[in-house]
């Protein structure tokens, strides 16, 4: 205790008991290596393949992610243009903002230095969307045209292919035991 601090203004109440913080409190750290020493193959023939399967089903599961979260980037992006593109309940096209366009125009041009994973499915999208955005500006797509029509049509099928693209996790399920009737 602080010298400052008196015996009367400690109370264990206000602090969780010691299994809950030790439950809660977890650490862990890893080394990263891209590949597994030549070193392990010396000690032992087997060690060596089972990190070597272990390394490459870490790789495998980065790229995996790495792939998602881009096609999931550009499906939120171009979801929200072919939204934004529709008409209102009044029949006049919805607000659109400036930036609809830039972020969408901005992931596009950064999508091949992105692409680390050379997901060609995502880049053949990438290339039909960068082409109905060429010269394509907010001011453009503000009034009702055929322009914002074959935009919005694009967009819509765009974002259906990417909804196809994407893997839904299932999270986990849990089930309640539901407790037995008291007698």
Known sequence: ????????????????????????????????????????KGISQEVWEQEREKAAQRMAEASSEIQQVLRQSMADLVAHMAERLKEGPDGKPLRFKESTVSKLVEFLSNFSFRNVTDDQNLQLLVSRARGMLQGVEADHLRTAGDL??????????ISAELDGMLSRSRGRKL?????????
């Open 1 to 40: 205790m602080p010298p400052s601090a008196s015996a009367d203004s400690y109370n264990p109440s206000d602090y969780p008991p010691l299994e809950d913080v030790t439950r809660e409190f977890g650490f862990s750290r890893q080394y990263v290596s891209f590949g597994v020493p030549d070193q392990l």
């Open 175 to 183: 089930r309640l035991l539901e407790s037995e009737p008291e007698s």
């Open 148 to 157: 914002r029509i074959r935009l919005k049509a694009g967009m819509s099928s």
